[in-house]
């Protein structure tokens, strides 16, 4: 007969593992991380609805942004534990190194890097870097273009991941960028959209993405890869969540990538969204996910993050930041 471990044999083997502070391992041996909610956090706004381990995370280290609830409430996969530790902020030069190579590489052609100022052939100029050390807010609510690089993003082959609190790496976007890459304004970002057919063989009906970078001709890709995927993973992909919506992020001025046509969203029957699964006043926002790392990988050959890989996460929500997975170009 098989003894229930103790809860200081779960301790025990917690740190075994490695695990970061606030980990526990949960009698299936499945891996529960706790999380603290942010401090401003992102309201949900209205939807378009026309179309596990932490080990690396602290190697590493050293706004989630829906629109609705989810047609189906998500099973709760994770239970309250102690808050995890916090990531540091990044910010004022902590991630340059060659940040501006991967920027320029990521679009080729749209602007140059001429001192300390971003200059695209409009001469619109946007500063690099500001020198300023951030907090996380401020990261999300005053970041120049070298704090998009804060935090690192790590790719499906790392596998399953629990983030660290506030490590969110591709919710820190420098709007006056998004907008010269894409279109400053609503009208202008119609005039590049394309309507892609989103696995079709499933009925997943269309996905309106910008052509801007070849995104939609990306986004084309994705749906042929993922059609082909097994049959277990069909249920993640169709109906869809969404693509271009021009709209601000609610309770802030900023736009959604949703606005520039960059941003997809699968099925929000199997999403979790942190700010959905309600964590108590002052507590814990244990992560949760349902999407299948085989799907995400997919995204990611093809230059989408995941919001599966944010502190608060966002796991229908894809966006192209190419310059955050450097390998998806070769």
């Not at 690396?56 to 995890?84: D, I, K, S, V």
């Not at 971003?118 to 401020?138: H, L, N």
């Not at 991941?161 to 894409?182: I, K, M, Q, S």
């Not at 990306?218 to 021009?246: M, N």
């Amino acid at each position: 007969m098989r003894r229930r471990p103790t809860l200081a044999r779960i301790a025990l083997a917690a740190a075994l593992a490695g695990l970061p502070a606030g980990a526990a391992m949960a009698t299936d041996g499945a891996i529960v991380v706790a999380q603290a909610p942010e401090a401003n956090p992102i309201r949900p706004t209205q939807r378009n609805t026309n179309n596990g381990g932490g080990n690396f995370w602290q190697r590493l280290t050293g706004g989630g942004e829906r629109n609705a609830a989810p047609t189906t409430p998500a099973p709760a996969t994770a239970a309250p534990a102690p808050a995890a530790q916090s990531a540091p902020a990044p910010g004022g030069g902590a991630a340059s190194g060659n940040a501006a190579k991967r920027l320029l590489a990521a679009y080729p052609g749209a602007f140059t890097i001429s001192g300390n100022a971003v200059v695209f052939p409009s001469g619109e100029r946007i500063v690099f870097d500001d020198g300023r050390r951030k907090s996380p807010a401020e990261l999300l609510t005053d970041p120049d273009v070298e704090d998009m690089f804060a935090y690192p993003y790590p790719p499906a082959a790392r596998g399953q991941l629990t983030p660290p609190r506030d490590h969110d790496p591709g919710r820190v976007r420098n709007e006056a960028f998004f907008r010269a890459l894409y279109g400053s304004s609503e009208g202008a970002v119609r005039g590049t959209l394309k309507s892609v057919p989103w696995v079709p063989r499933l009925g997943g009906g269309t996905m309106n993405v910008t052509t801007r970078f070849g995104v939609a001709d990306k986004v084309a890709a994705i749906s042929d890869d993922l059609q082909r995927l097994p049959q277990r993973f069909h249920k993640y992909l169709a109906p869809t969540g969404g693509s271009f919506l021009w709209r601000p992020i609610a309770g802030t001025n900023r736009l959604s990538v949703h606005s520039f046509g960059a941003a997809i969203d699968i099925n929000t029957k199997f999403t979790n969204y942190w700010r959905w699964d309600k964590a108590p006043a002052g507590g814990v926002i244990p992560y949760r996910n349902q999407i299948p790392i085989e799907i995400v990988e997919v995204f990611e050959r093809h230059c989408f993050i995941w919001g599966g890989r944010w502190y608060h996460y966002d796991t229908m929500h894809f966006e192209y930041r190419p310059e955050l997975l450097p390998g998806c170009r070769q």
